[in-house]
């Protein structure tokens, strides 16, 4: 199971810490990321962490911006989101998969949260 939290309502510029929680099946050695639904449109890549040597990935859009990390004795995901702006608005959701094939595709992930709303003003 993936627990997602910590969205909500925000003014434009501000912060939010978004946590995603495994248990059961996905302890250890899942490869866990965010991605993002906005309104009328599809859901895309965010973040996701550092895996089998590889390097932490953000989307153009919310590089600098956002930072992604892993708390493997909690198996925890965090999305830390500052500078947020309007179009940032979106239902995030976490994914999780053992050996995504592009760790930034979403049909590489079998396994998704029930997603979190974040909505920015302006």
């Known amino acids: 199971q993936l627990q997602a939290s910590g969205g909500g309502l925000v003014q434009a510029g501000g912060g939010l810490r978004l946590s995603c929680t495994a248990s059961g099946r996905f302890l250890g050695r899942y490869v866990m990321a965010w991605f993002r639904q906005a309104p009328g449109k599809e859901r895309v890549f965010v973040a996701v962490?550092?895996?089998?040597?590889?390097?932490?990935r953000y989307a153009d859009s919310v590089l600098g911006r956002f930072s992604i990390s892993r708390d493997n004795a909690k198996n925890t995901v965090y999305l830390q989101m500052n500078s947020l702006k309007p179009e940032d608005t979106a239902v995030y959701y976490c994914a999780a998969d053992t050996n995504p094939p592009d760790d930034a595709l979403e049909s590489s992930y079998h396994y998704w949260g029930q997603g979190t709303q974040v909505t920015v003003s302006s």
């Open positions: 962490p550092p895996w089998s040597g590889g390097r932490t």
